[in-house]
């Protein structure tokens, strides 16, 4: 399999945005990484989304967009893997680049969730229909159900997730893109609108639209386009039970668990030897799961781990520097692929404000659902 | 890349099939593939499907079938390319094989479109939403602008149609899989209700549940499970746009031509060197519009050329042994993968009464909507 790096990004304001349909979108974000790449062809390319189906009544999004993109007859295809479709969409590329396949290779994701429809109901189709949506439950009924368990079992407290959204917001104010781009308090947080006990207002990322794109070659040729080689050095995907009821244990989300583990051993590295990571922070709890899943602290202690400012932008391991699905928003199609724009970013030292320093490596994981699907990417600067 | 193999074959029976749910019938193919290629484990799976979210309000079905399948943990993608999800998904799956990511891999169709939910409106999200369905066209009005177009442009007929539906039909009456294994005759067809002038209910192929999945393996390690070899030797993958009044020509399908141009070039074959083939005909003019594209017979030409039974069993060129989406059913995101199933018993001499002679190398064409995306594959028995 050949080396493949990332030599073009390319993303979208997020937020309520009426005047932007699916295609246009997906068209923007495409075009600046086109444009940032500076390549001048595809070979293919590939479209996260989750539910343009449920939202935009379109399907048959690799036709439409290679359409709209002007890339007639240009091999495509969408990626559907729930809140995971953009991360997935990531590896496949990154699987037909170093194939040998395809050199050059358009990598977008995109959700148009403000449309009129019902996004509680379209969201739920990521969960099990027939056990769990059916019955009533939604994503934040299912998301506070871990999080009771999880304090239960390891006394997380909720000033400690609160802590999470607080940092979250402080790094998403340095982002022009992001969708709530202001600093909140843990007062704020805590006496939020409840949502789903013990789950407030400000414990959940928000409906968003979005589209964020990136370009992926062999790293062979990327030293044609670019002198900053940034390169993808790990890779992993897996699956668990799509209803929470059948997990051995709630609070652990395995399936990132075993996405880490894969990508870690393919790039030969340790959570240790990560500098910064974009996790899925669809709610609070599910970042203090996501950064024990991946072994940036102890199971059981992501709370404590978080609240002591081990996750901040000075932090130990910073975590969702972007803002994060919290701060950032979470048009679900697109926040795998924004992920990996952030990492680069960080790694190009182009990232402002909210720039890392010393960022060489970092991680990228992306979920599906309540954790029925993750994708883990790391990236590194050569 | 490495040469990959189809080593195992599992397709559920296509119909009206009311007591199975749609994981059901995903398990159902997948563990008979899984037996055919009596394989113990599987490294990555691939799930094409159009629409579960419109049918059946669920998406996520990486994680879904995985679960579902005892495979927890298992890499999953779902793949949607309208209707020709399924041949896209086994596209990735032959270049996950092919780039040494992975060794085995399931990849499975399936669609439930007896739900309940109105199969017309989640079938027109293959079109373009907003220039082609918001204003009330649907799929049997496009192809029977195509039909229109052809008629006057070459003369085509509807006997000829007629005869691409009557042909079907005796094949599929050979299938025990097939949704409407019965023949029908030339005065039925011309005679049935009207759909979409000019196109009857004859030419038109039914709304089905059904799955369909394939192992794929790499060629080398194929021979620790079967000797009789079978091997893509040739994959393309184009696209088109996706709306009818976008093309330069509608008669002419661009996006199946230059699929199936991708796929010789990789094969090093030309059309004529095709014993039997699997076509997308969704409707009769499809049939007729996909062979002239892949070079079977001139453009323009693919009414006389069926109706002097060239695509016959015993004809020149056999289409759609299995009886095609028209008489096996379309249950549209497992139609790619069954199309594989169908070359892979040609090819194994186990077709049974629709046995193709001498049957050595078969092609499959897959495709999205009105021909917004279009998948070519050639197998060959080794």
């Known amino acids: 399999m050949r080396d493949v790096a990332v030599i073009g990004i390319g993303i979208t304001k997020f937020g309520e945005l009426w005047w932007q349909n699916l295609r246009e979108l997906y068209v923007e974000a495409a075009l600046k990484a086109i444009k940032d ?203 668990s039970t799509i209803a929470l009821h059948q997990r051995d244990d709630i609070t652990f989300l395995d399936a990132v668990y075993q996405a880490g583990k894969r990508a870690y051993e393919v790039a030969g590295l340790k959570p240790e030897d990560i500098d910064f990571a974009e996790v899925h922070d669809c709610f609070t709890i599910a970042e203090i799961c996501c950064i024990e899943a991946l072994g940036f602290c102890e199971v059981g202690q992501g709370g404590p781990f978080s609240e002591a400012g081990n996750t901040a932008l000075d932090g130990k391991v910073p975590i969702n520097t972007s803002g994060g699905l919290k701060s950032k928003g979470h048009p679900v199609g697109a926040t795998g692929v924004a992920q990996i724009v952030e990492l680069v970013e960080q790694l190009r030292g182009s990232a402002g404000e909210r720039q890392v320093k010393n960022a060489k490596r970092g991680l990228a994981q992306n979920m599906g659902g309540s954790g029925g699907s993750s994708v883990v990417h790391i990236l590194e600067v050569q």
Chains 1, 2 share one sequence.
């Open 37 to 239: 790449a500076g390549v001048d062809h595809l070979d293919s390319m590939y479209v996260g989304c989750m539910t343009s189906g449920l939202f935009c009544a379109q399907e048959h999004l690799g036709s439409l967009m290679a359409d709209y993109l002007g890339q007639k007859h240009l091999p495509a295809y969408r990626i559907e893997s729930a809140c995971a479709s953009g991360g997935l969409a990531f590896r496949l590329g990154y699987i037909e680049v170093a194939s040998g396949m395809s050199d050059i290779v358009l990598v977008g994701g995109v959700e148009k969730m403000l449309t009129g429809a019902d996004a509680t109901f379209a969201l739920a189709s990521a969960a099990d229909q027939e056990y769990e949506a059916f019955h009533g439950n939604t994503f934040p009924g299912l998301y506070a159900m871990i999080a009771k368990a999880h304090m239960t079992k390891y006394g997380t407290t909720r000033e400690q997730m609160a802590a999470v959204a607080v940092k979250s917001h402080d790094n998403g104010s340095k982002n022009p893109n992001a969708q709530f781009p202001l600093k909140i308090s843990k007062e704020m947080v805590l006496n939020a609108t409840p949502v789903a006990d013990p789950l407030g207002l400000f414990d959940c990322s928000p409906v968003s639209d979005g589209a964020a794109a990136v370009i992926l070659c062999p790293v062979e040729l990327a030293k044609k386009y670019t002198d900053t080689i940034i390169k993808v050095i790990g890779s992993g995907a897996a699956t």
